[in-house]
């Protein structure tokens, strides 16, 4: 029987990369499409999956053998501190809701997709796979990070109990064609490119909250794409993959400011606010060691400044369309 897979929040970021790669990547492929396989992307206008009835009706509908979970409610730092209580109610009824259903309906598999700030604040570095439960994570997010550690305690729970071969990914912060680029809601790369545009546009500073000390691994999602579809046909454990580039591969906000102003050939240069406040955590590198010794040295992670440079191209190409919010330029 050919595999049916459903990816939740299939219409998102990771979810569009996904379809990206299964679709260009050559047939019966390590990453490409496979004979008879059958690939659903669906998005809230599908199912509201905080509700259990919509979530069932999905299921039913579709008949998936696999399901990849992407759907969330995200945002980026700011949105995670003024919204705790909905991040965390929310991300934990969407999460049990499709968990309890693949096992009622006897999925094959499901992924579900984590992040970086389920670690605790307080960890020796680097992040690794084990060390997930073994403090609070940080205060500003720690509502969305406990929804998504509950993934976790969930899939080892149903394992035990009834067997389900459920699993999850840890990736680190991802960017990518058809990110989120409104500025109240993106992540800091999103909402960065997004910034230096208007600024551009505008013949306005291009002004960056914090001082840009701070250090992320960036993941580009055609990366990431591949990564979860590797997961889905050759990875059987329960245990999380984190997913990343390698701890050497850090950048600094200021270096990534610095990036954006190149590709986008901005005239003047990225200003910090300097307000420490700003900033979120100083770094979190992740260790992607387990991640490289099982999938093998033959794969690779596309550039940084290329990926970022296709994705600075993909959000002006499609401005009108893309995720930006209500912000017009001025005009004279």
Sequence with gaps: MAAVVLVTGGTGLVGKAIEYVIEHEPEGSRFGKRPGEKWIYASSRDADLRDPEQTLKLFEKYQPT????????????????????????????????VLHTAHVKKTQKVISCLSTCVFPDKV????????????????????????????DVQNHA?????????TSAIPTNVYGPHDNFDLKHAHVMPALIHKCYLAQRNDTPFKVMGDGSPLRQFIYSRDLAKLFIWQLREYNDVEPVIL?????????????????????????????ENEPNDNGQDRKPASNAKLMQLIGPDFKFTPFEEALRETVTWFLENYSNARIGQYPLITS
């Excluded at 969330?72 to 003024?82: D, H, I, S, T």
């Excluded at 500003?140 to 509950?150: D, L």
């Excluded at 600094?252 to 400011?257: D, E």
């Design 158 to 166: 149903y394992k035990e109990e009834f067997g389900c071969n459920f």
């Design 66 to 97: 696999h399901v990849i979970h992407l759907a969330a409610l995200v945002g980026g730092l700011f949105a995670n501190r003024e919204r705790k209580m909905t991040f965390l109610r929310d991300n934990m009824l969407i999460n049990d809701n």
């Design 244 to 272: 990343s580039v390698d701890e050497k591969d850090e950048i600094s906000i200021r270096g990534l400011a610095n990036s954006i102003v190149k590709v986008m050939d901005y005239p003047g240069e990225a200003i910090f």
């Design 124 to 151: 020796e570095y680097p992040l690794t796979e084990e060390k997930v439960h073994l403090g609070p994570p940080h205060n500003s997010n720690f509502g969305y990070a406990h929804a998504k550690r509950m993934v």
